[in-house]
T-cell receptor, first 113, second 116 residues
C-alpha cells in the first residue's frame, strides 16, 4: 500500500513569492490533515478535511494561507505571499476517518530567503 | 484546550541500557494519547496509542507506555535500546469526543540518541 505522498520534498523561495504544496493521501482515507512543524517543535494542525469539506481551519492563517481538497482526494496548501517566518516543514497526514490512526507523509521543507 | 509537555529535549543513552521518555499532558476533557517516532529523513510513524482499557500499551518493537490519569502522564519506556532506536519521539494527545476529536496536539519532541 502506497503511503501519503507529498511534493515537492524541498522548496526554496524568496519572500513575497507564492508557493504551493501538494498531498496525495492513502487511497480510501476520507480525512486529511495539514500540519506545520517549526524547527525544534512538534507539528501543529493547520487544517482538517473530511472528504472535500474543511471541518476545522481555525489555526490556518487565512490572510496568506489557503487550502483546497477538490473531489475529496488530493489536497493543495498555498502560501501567498510567503514570509521569512514561514520557513518550516509542512506535513500532510491522512486517516480513514478522524477516529483512526493518522499516517504522515515525509513533509515539504520550505525555506524562505 | 489540551497541551503536552515533553520534559526532555534530548536523551543520550548507551546501547542495551533502559530508557524512559517523559510526557505529561493537560486537559479538562477525556483524551486519547499517542507516541509517534520520526526517524531521520522520514515521516512520523505511530509507535503506540492509548484509547481505553488497559493502561499499559505496548508496541511491536519493545516500547511500552503507561497511562497514569492521576499524574496526567504517558511516559514511554524500553528496557533495552538498540542503535536503531535513535530517532525523535513525539507525544501527542487528542480529545476523545467532540468536534476536534482526531486533531492531534503534539509535544516538542525528545531526541533519543543511542550510543554504542
Amino acid at each position: 500500500e502506497a503511503g501519503v505522498v507529498q511534493s515537492p520534498r524541498y522548496k526554496i523561495i524568496e519572500k513575497k513569492q507564492p508557493v504551493a504544496f501538494w498531498c496525495n493521501p492513502i487511497s480510501g482515507h476520507n480525512t486529511l490533515y495539514w500540519y506545520l512543524q517549526n524547527l525544534g517543535q512538534g507539528p501543529e494542525l493547520l487544517i482538517r478535511y473530511e472528504n472535500e469539506e474543511a471541518v476545522d481551519d481555525s489555526q490556518l492563517p487565512k490572510d496568506r494561507f489557503s487550502a483546497e481538497r477538490l473531489k475529496g482526494v488530493d489536497s493543495t496548501l498555498k502560501i501567498q505571499p510567503a514570509e521569512l517566518g514561514d520557513s518550516a516543514v509542512y506535513l500532510c497526514a491522512s486517516s480513514f476517518d478522524r477516529d483512526y490512526e493518522q499516517y504522515f507523509g515525509p513533509g515539504t521543507r520550505l525555506t524562505v530567503t | 484546550a489540551q497541551s503536552v509537555t515533553q520534559l526532555d529535549s534530548q536523551v543520550p543513552v548507551f546501547e542495551e541500557a533502559p530508557v524512559e521518555l517523559r510526557c505529561n499532558y493537560s486537559s479538562s476533557v477525556s483524551v486519547y494519547l499517542f507516541w509517534y517516532v520520526q526517524y531521520p529523513n522520514q515521516g512520523l510513524q505511530l509507535l503506540l496509542k492509548y484509547l481505553s482499557g488497559s493502561t499499559l500499551v505496548e508496541s511491536i518493537n519493545g516500547f511500552e507506555a503507561e497511562f497514569n490519569k492521576s499524574q496526567t502522564s504517558f511516559h514511554l519506556r524500553k528496557p533495552s535500546v538498540h542503535i536503531s532506536d535513535t530517532a525523535e519521539y513525539f507525544c501527542a494527545v487528542s480529545r476523545s469526543y467532540g468536534g476536534s476529536q482526531g486533531n492531534l496536539i503534539f509535544g516538542k519532541g525528545t531526541k533519543l540518541s543511542v550510543k554504542p
